[in-house]
């Protein structure tokens, strides 16, 4: 199919056009047209993916097109420059358009729960899926940067307006964090435009690569990874930026969260990778313990901040901060073994998040509370429940048989073969996962009953589809990883080749 990319890049649009002219008032149809909306560019990105070629490199599925052009002086003479409509795909960022359009039908299905103006709501929903598809499909900075932004408004208003109790001040977090970060962004891709004269990735790539121009020498370059450090690190996120997560995660309705902890944080990591060893491999590899020490202290302080948390929701979002550690840990390493962990670890973590936000939500709805001392004993009333979430727990925890373990275990030992000290003093996390996610889960699972809970019903079909298909997925990916290892393989022979010189 021609121009199969741009389709699947702009089909929530289709969504977003049959909702604006349907009655604000037919909830279910409502409801229905937004998860249809989400169906469309699910089945266009499987398409993608089988007509794929795996064994090749580069760049798919590209498209190329004429976008504007401009002289740099006022008379007109002088270099011209092009900016150009460019998308594609590689192994990497179809795996990520997969995944953010499965956890877009699944949270989509999780958005059933939601009260009011659902015709707002699916239409923010499909505007923000057409944003990260945009920024996984992108192949220049322009691009990026446009559906970059293209996340940030409708992010704010689904959290603003359909959040809990402080919605609007964990909006504004969110806004005024992650517009920083925009601007720090925006500053990076300006000075490399104009020092090189283009904007797409694998040209920018061979010109920094093969430099010899001291205008591209190493204070530049340098300056321009640490801001990048700093522009994804809000969005990964790395402490100390990571604070406005933190509300986003317990103020927003859990499908937004499903999106926000599956995906939207994947983008910090992407925007590392990417950019930052794809166009600065050098001065990636002379910061590479500081990044490793970055992580380690990612993943220590996420975890023991949630194993004193009383509220479920902050557990996850301090586990959320811990499992990004692990991403930064891989990419430190530089070698196959880590960058594939960190790799394996965005995916890993994008779905049993969702899984775990998912039934955060149907908790919620059922309880009214995410406090810890509300649950206890669910597992009498709502055992699938209980089963479910006690499996997304063991994945998240790194049990063998699960994506979370190959993930964990190949990033540490990528970093074991290089900075083993720094490796061993961040395995504690490893430790400090099992004791928050196990009392977490005990908590709510098991424990007496409480006399509330005994008019609760179990997961419904329609709540069981998200929660098997998740866990179906974490499974799969723990038993055959290699089906995921293949989509990569060029794409990581491609970086590693960079970081080699």
Same mark, same amino acid.
């Given at each position: 199919?021609?121009?199969?990319?741009?389709?699947?890049?702009?089909?929530?649009?289709?969504?977003?056009?049959?909702?604006?002219?349907?009655?604000?008032?037919?909830?279910?149809?409502?409801?229905?047209?937004?998860?249809?909306?989400?169906?469309?560019?699910?089945?266009?990105?499987?398409?993608?993916?089988?007509?794929?070629?795996?064994?090749?490199?580069?760049?798919?599925?590209?498209?190329?097109?004429?976008?504007?052009?401009?002289?740099?002086?006022?008379?007109?003479?002088?270099?011209?420059?092009?900016?150009?409509?460019?998308?594609?795909?590689?192994?990497?960022?179809?795996?990520?358009?997969?995944?953010?359009?499965?956890?877009?039908?699944?949270?989509?299905?999780?958005?059933?729960?939601?009260?009011?103006?659902?015709?707002?709501?699916?239409?923010?929903?499909?505007?923000?899926?057409?944003?990260?598809?945009?920024?996984?499909?992108?192949?220049?900075?322009?691009?990026?940067?446009?559906?970059?932004?293209?996340?940030?408004?409708?992010?704010?208003?689904?959290?603003?307006?359909?959040?809990?109790?402080?919605?609007?001040?964990?909006?504004?977090?969110?806004?005024?964090?992650?517009?920083?970060?925009?601007?720090?962004?925006?500053?990076?891709?300006?000075?490399?435009?104009?020092?090189?004269?283009?904007?797409?990735?694998?040209?920018?790539?061979?010109?920094?690569?093969?430099?010899?121009?001291?205008?591209?020498?190493?204070?530049?370059?340098?300056?321009?990874?640490?801001?990048?450090?700093?522009?994804?690190?809000?969005?990964?996120?790395?402490?100390?930026?990571?604070?406005?997560?933190?509300?986003?995660?317990?103020?927003?309705?859990?499908?937004?969260?499903?999106?926000?902890? &599956? =995906? +939207? %944080?994947?983008? @910090?990591?992407?925007?590392?990778?990417?950019? #930052?060893?794809?166009? !600065?491999? $050098? /001065? *990636?590899?002379?910061?590479?313990?500081?990044?490793?020490?970055?992580?380690?202290?990612?993943?220590?302080?996420?975890?023991?901040?949630?194993?004193?948390?009383?509220?479920?929701?902050?557990?996850?979002?301090?586990?959320?901060?811990?499992?990004?550690?692990?991403?930064?840990?891989?990419?430190?390493?530089?070698?196959?073994?880590?960058?594939?962990?960190?790799?394996?670890?965005?995916?890993?973590?994008?779905?049993?998040?969702?899984?775990?936000?998912?039934?955060?939500?149907?908790?919620?709805?059922?309880?009214?509370?995410?406090?810890?001392?509300?649950?206890?004993?669910?597992?009498?009333?709502?055992?699938?429940?209980? &089963? =479910? +979430? %006690?499996?997304? @727990?063991?994945?998240?925890?790194?049990?063998? #048989?699960?994506?979370? !373990?190959? $993930? /964990? *275990?190949?990033?540490?030992?990528?970093?074991?073969?290089?900075?083993?000290?720094?490796?061993?003093?961040?395995?504690?996390?490893?430790?400090?996962?099992?004791?928050?996610?196990?009392?977490?889960?005990?908590?709510?699972?098991?424990?007496?009953?409480?006399?509330?809970?005994?008019?609760?019903?179990?997961?419904?079909?329609?709540?069981?589809?998200?929660?098997?298909?998740?866990?179906?997925?974490?499974?799969?990916?723990?038993?055959?990883?290699?089906?995921?290892?293949?989509?990569?393989?060029?794409?990581?022979?491609?970086?590693?080749?960079?970081?080699?010189?």
């Amino acid at each position: 199919m021609s121009h199969l990319l741009s389709i699947l890049l702009f089909s929530p649009l289709a969504g977003i056009a049959a909702l604006s002219v349907m009655p604000s008032k037919n909830e279910k149809a409502l409801k229905l047209a937004g998860l249809l909306g989400t169906l469309l560019p699910l089945l266009l990105s499987i398409i993608a993916a089988v007509t794929f070629d795996r064994s090749a490199s580069g760049i798919q599925l590209a498209e190329q097109g004429n976008w504007l052009s401009y002289k740099m002086d006022q008379a007109g003479a002088g270099s011209s420059f092009a900016i150009d409509y460019e998308v594609g795909v590689n192994g990497l960022s179809l795996v990520l358009l997969l995944l953010t359009a499965v956890i877009s039908v699944l949270a989509a299905l999780g958005s059933w729960t939601i009260k009011k103006d659902w015709k707002s709501y699916f239409i923010f929903f499909l505007i923000l899926e057409l944003g990260m598809l945009g920024v996984f499909a992108s192949q220049n900075l322009f691009l990026f940067f446009i559906f970059f932004e293209l996340t940030l408004i409708p992010m704010f208003f689904l959290i603003g307006r359909w959040g809990f109790a402080d919605r609007e001040k964990a909006a504004y977090s969110f806004l005024i964090y992650n517009g920083i970060g925009s601007a720090i962004l925006l500053i990076v891709f300006v000075a490399l435009f104009m020092r090189t004269g283009t904007l797409n990735y694998g040209e920018l790539a061979k010109i920094l690569g093969g430099h010899t121009d001291p205008a591209l020498g190493g204070t530049f370059r340098i300056s321009l990874l640490i801001a990048l450090f700093v522009a994804f690190g809000i969005k990964l996120p790395i402490v100390p930026l990571h604070t406005w997560m933190l509300r986003v995660h317990v103020q927003a309705p859990p499908s937004v969260v499903m999106i926000h902890s &599956g =995906i +939207l %944080l994947k983008i @910090g990591a992407y925007g590392l990778f990417t950019f #930052g060893i794809g166009f !600065f491999p $050098s /001065e *990636f590899k002379r910061m590479a313990v500081w990044i490793a020490v970055l992580g380690v202290i990612n993943l220590l302080y996420g975890a023991f901040l949630a194993i004193v948390q009383t509220d479920l929701k902050k557990v996850l979002a301090y586990s959320s901060v811990s499992h990004m550690g692990i991403v930064l840990i891989g990419f430190s390493a530089l070698n196959e073994a880590g960058v594939k962990g960190a790799v394996f670890q965005l995916i890993s973590h994008g779905l049993i998040s969702a899984l775990l936000f998912f039934l955060i939500g149907v908790l919620y709805e059922r309880t009214g509370s995410s406090d810890l001392k509300d649950y206890s004993g669910l597992a009498g009333a709502m055992p699938v429940t209980a &089963g =479910i +979430l %006690l499996a997304g @727990g063991l994945a998240s925890l790194g049990l063998p #048989g699960m994506s979370g !373990f190959i $993930s /964990e *275990f190949l990033a540490f030992l990528g970093l074991f073969k290089v900075m083993p000290v720094i490796a061993a003093v961040g395995a504690l996390g490893i430790v400090l996962t099992a004791v928050y996610i196990l009392r977490a889960v005990l908590s709510v699972t098991f424990g007496p009953p409480k006399d509330a809970h005994s008019g609760f019903y179990d997961l419904t079909l329609r709540e069981r589809v998200p929660a098997f298909v998740l866990l179906a997925l974490v499974l799969f990916i723990g038993i055959y990883p290699g089906m995921l290892s293949e989509s990569l393989r060029t794409v990581l022979d491609t970086i590693l080749l960079g970081l080699r010189g």
